[in-house]
Every structure is written in C-alpha cells, then in structure tokens.
C-alpha cells in the first residue's frame, strides 16, 4: 500500500511540474500598435524569457511566414513588407525603398510627384517617362531604374543632382520634404 501512496504522490508531482513548464511561469498577452493580438496560443514567460508565437507576430508586422517541414524551418520574409512614404509630414499611400543610403520610388509616383510639385513653365517632366531627365537648364542625366518585385523605381539622388528636384529625407521617418530648386 505504500509503494502505491508514493506512486501516486511521484506521478501527481510529475504532472504538477510538467504542466508547469509546458504551461510556462505565467501567460501575457501581445500589444502591438496599442491594438491585443489575438492568437491561438498565448504568449508566455518560461524560465524568465518571453516566449510569443512567431508567426501571429511576423505576420502582424507584415512578413509572409511559412513552415518549411523538410527541413524544420521557419522562412520569415519581410520583402513584401512596404513603407508608405510620408511627404512634407503627410501620410501617404505611396511605398518606398531606402537601401545603401539610396531613397527610391516607383516610378510613376515618382513622375506624379515631381509634376504636381514643380509647376514651371519650362520644365518637362514628361522625360522621367523615357528615363532621361532634364533639369531646367536643359542639362541631361540618365536615371538607372531599379527593379523590385512588379515595380520600377526611380533614385530620387538621380533626379536631385539633375537639379530637377531638392529635397531632405529623413530616414528615420520617412519623411520626405521637398524644398524649392535652388535653395
């Protein structure tokens, strides 16, 4: 009867101390831009660590996650993952890619932008159709697309050392501030 009692005392405490560390120390919950995330698994403190599902996060940040089983993996890719430009303060709709010190935009906004901010009698922005551009004194500069994805885009470095537009970027941002030629 005794080898019975402290079985089952061995098998309660085992399960008592399983449960725990499959349940973790304690569950918290997942804030992301003052909005819960709901996800089917909670996140969890285990041994003084925050452990969260990495899917429901990548995915709430705007990564496409898959599960690789061959191979154990999980491939998070964040390429698909666009920031929207801010322009003089102003949100915008328009993505942008700032790589290697470079701020690119897809073309056509590109185009669209430079057309509705420079209105000058003299100025063709029409070129930027051809990947020429012009600056107001009729000086050339060949413009390099880059391609990513389904989109061309435009360094805008390019298009400001024509002397066709000026502008600060703040990265940190993504802001960008057009200033007037010249200044």
Not at 55 to 69: C, F, P
Not at 127 to 134: E, G, M
Request: charged content about 20%; proline content about 4%; hydrophobic content about 40%.
């Amino acid at each position: 009867m005794t080898k019975k009692l402290l079985m089952a005392a061995l098998l309660a405490l085992f399960t008592l101390l399983a449960t725990g560390l499959c349940m973790g120390d304690e569950t918290v919950a997942i804030i992301m831009n003052g909005k819960p995330v709901v996800t089917d698994t909670p996140g969890q403190i285990i041994n003084g660590r925050t452990m969260v599902p990495i899917r429901v996060i990548s995915e709430a940040l705007g990564a496409k996650v898959e599960w690789d089983s061959q191979n154990r993996t999980v491939v998070i890719n964040t390429e698909s993952q666009q920031k929207l430009l801010k322009l003089n303060g102003e949100q915008t709709t328009w993505p942008y890619w700032y790589e290697n010190g470079v701020l690119y935009m897809e073309k056509r906004n590109t185009v669209q932008l430079v057309r509705e901010f420079y209105n000058h009698p003299n100025y063709q922005p029409a070129y930027i159709d051809s990947l020429k551009t012009f600056n107001l004194n009729n000086r050339s500069e060949d413009i390099e697309p880059t391609k990513k994805g389904d989109y061309t885009l435009l360094p805008l470095n390019t298009l400001k050392k024509a002397g066709m537009i000026n502008y600060d970027w703040d990265a940190a941002k993504g802001n960008l501030v057009f200033k007037t030629i010249g200044k």
